[in-house]
């Protein structure tokens, strides 16, 4: 059974910082991998996805990672800003499922000013 | 431009009470889904549609039953509701479930608590 972890479970940094928020899986034979924001009290918002075949994905200042082989996956917000501060939720597609996810517990995130 | 709506957005129920959830998506996705959310265990899938007239088990199905009659609407029943399904219920859509590049779009959430 597929497993999803992501470390830390929260993090505070100050605004302007870069940081990495990461996601380990343990069946490396996945579909593709997604990483969601998630507000308070809202639904989830993909950001990216990256295929099984590709190595990174971007979008504006967010970067994400993907090492098959290992089961890791990375995602990389440069110059935070309070904007940021919500839960970031890593989830993978199996081969055998298509797009029924499993997800990981998030990273709930805070950006001070 | 709706996208994947979801009602009611908030309800109490006592021990033993039924109650539907309403997913309706406006994109034409053929695969649908219901997740709850638990702190402290992530998302888990509970029923899933490959398309009108068709369901599946997720992975915590037991305790509820769903319903796609109308490709655009997915239903969520508890028959007799038990405290353990206190949750946050989200429905979701993907256009085929089958291509590498598809993203899932989650309506806002239902905060169910049974008391």
């Known amino acids: 059974k597929q497993e999803v972890t992501q470390i830390p479970a929260a993090l505070s940094v100050p605004e302007g910082e870069n940081l990495v928020l990461n996601c380990s899986f343990t069946?490396?034979?996945?579909?593709?991998l997604q990483w969601f924001r998630q507000d308070p009290g809202k639904g989830l918002t993909s950001l990216l996805l990256?295929?099984?075949?590709?190595r990174e994905q971007t979008s504006g200042r967010l970067n994400a990672s993907l090492d098959k082989s290992s089961g890791r996956s990375t995602l990389y917000i440069a110059a935070s800003q309070p904007g940021d501060s919500a839960t970031y939720l890593c989830?993978?597609?199996?081969?055998?499922?298509?797009?029924?996810?499993?997800f990981g517990e998030g990273t709930q995130l805070t950006v001070n000013p | 431009n709706a996208g994947v709506t979801q009602t009611p957005k908030f309800r109490v129920l006592k021990t033993g009470q039924s109650m539907t959830l309403l997913c309706a998506q406006d994109?034409?996705?053929?695969?649908m889904y219901w997740y709850r959310q638990d702190p402290g265990m992530g998302l888990r899938l509970i029923h899933y549609s490959v398309g009108e007239g068709t369901t599946a088990k997720g992975e915590v199905p037991d305790g509820y039953n769903v319903s796609r009659l109308k490709k655009q609407n997915f239903l969520l029943g508890l028959e007799s509701a038990a405290p353990s399904q206190t949750s946050v219920y989200f429905c979701?859509?993907?256009?085929?479930?089958?291509?590498?590049?598809?993203?899932?779009?989650f309506g806002s959430g239902t905060q169910l608590s049974v008391l």
């Open positions: 979701a859509s993907s256009p085929t479930g089958r291509r590498l590049n598809e993203k899932l779009f």
């Open positions: 989830a993978v597609g199996e081969e055998t499922s298509g797009s029924r996810l499993t």
């Open positions: 990256i295929q099984s075949s590709q």
């Open positions: 069946d490396s034979a996945i579909y593709n």
């Open positions: 994109m034409n996705h053929e695969y």
